[in-house]
């Protein structure tokens, strides 16, 4: 059974108190890039992986999408993602990513906001996106950064005041599951290289048109002081691929 800690009702608890919940995609640090690096989503057929609370799917529906499938494994996200990101355009299914039937050249656009690093298989999975988008068909996606997975605990190495000193940075190259905690609980991830990422891509036949390592926005950093330890070591990658 795929993990979900989204429908344990205390992480959920959780989850929904976090700025990215509360405030949407303005509440999450990263989304001014990767608002900048979307495509025109005008009359396109889009698939969202992972699609939580169901900001990106709105999003595309509301920047004139012609239909969007949005998936995810929890009924809790999905639940509340029909309550305050419906429209006619999406089509919200219960579903794990890893199972989803992707049907050959069935999208122009498949977009996957921090969830693959909860998978497996990214060459996998990338297989299976490269078969259901069309020819010249976008494929944008944002995960954990290897950096910011390797080590595993994903927390930073304080000092005797309890002031972050740095983040440590070990067992980069030892691909696989880690287990960090997060709101509280233990949840597996699992790590892999930028080098995996982009060959999983390149093999798989897309073509990188950008890659992100995206820093918070002027206005977060002016706003909440503790971003500025968000400039010490990357936090999230955003790529940008095209079907060859």
Not at 79 to 108: M, T, V
Not at 154 to 175: I, V
Not at 207 to 218: G, H, R, Y
Not at 224 to 235: A, T, V, W
Request: glycine letters at 6%; proline letters at 4%; aromatic letters at 12%.
């Amino acid at each position: 059974m795929r993990e979900n800690k989204y429908d344990d009702s205390e992480f959920f608890k959780q989850y929904s108190l976090m700025n990215r919940s509360v405030n949407g995609l303005e509440g999450a640090g990263e989304w001014h890039i990767l608002r900048s690096l979307f495509p025109d989503f005008e009359n396109k057929i889009v698939l969202d992986l992972g699609c939580g609370f169901g900001w990106h799917a709105k999003y595309a529906a509301d920047h004139g999408a012609k239909s969007v499938v949005a998936i995810d494994l929890s009924e809790n996200m999905l639940k509340k993602a029909i309550e305050i990101n419906s429209s006619p355009k999406i089509d919200y299914q219960l579903c794990a990513i890893e199972d989803f039937n992707f049907k050959e050249e069935a999208y122009d656009i498949v977009i996957s906001s921090l969830s693959f690093h909860y998978l497996t298989s990214f060459e996998e999975i990338s297989c299976q996106i490269n078969k259901s988008l069309v020819k010249g068909g976008v494929f944008i996606f944002s995960v954990e950064h290897p950096i910011f997975t390797a080590q595993g605990k994903q927390d930073w190495s304080y000092d005797t005041e309890g002031k972050p000193m740095h983040w440590p940075l070990d067992d980069y190259f030892m691909e696989g599951k880690r287990t960090a905690n997060f709101l509280g609980a233990d949840v597996v991830k699992y790590h892999r290289t930028l080098t995996s990422y982009i060959s999983s891509l390149l093999n798989n036949g897309f073509e990188i048109k950008a890659l992100v390592e995206p820093t918070p926005s002027e206005l977060s950093l002016l706003e909440i002081p503790e971003m500025k330890n968000e400039l010490r070591r990357p936090m999230f990658l955003i790529i940008s691929a095209l079907k060859k």
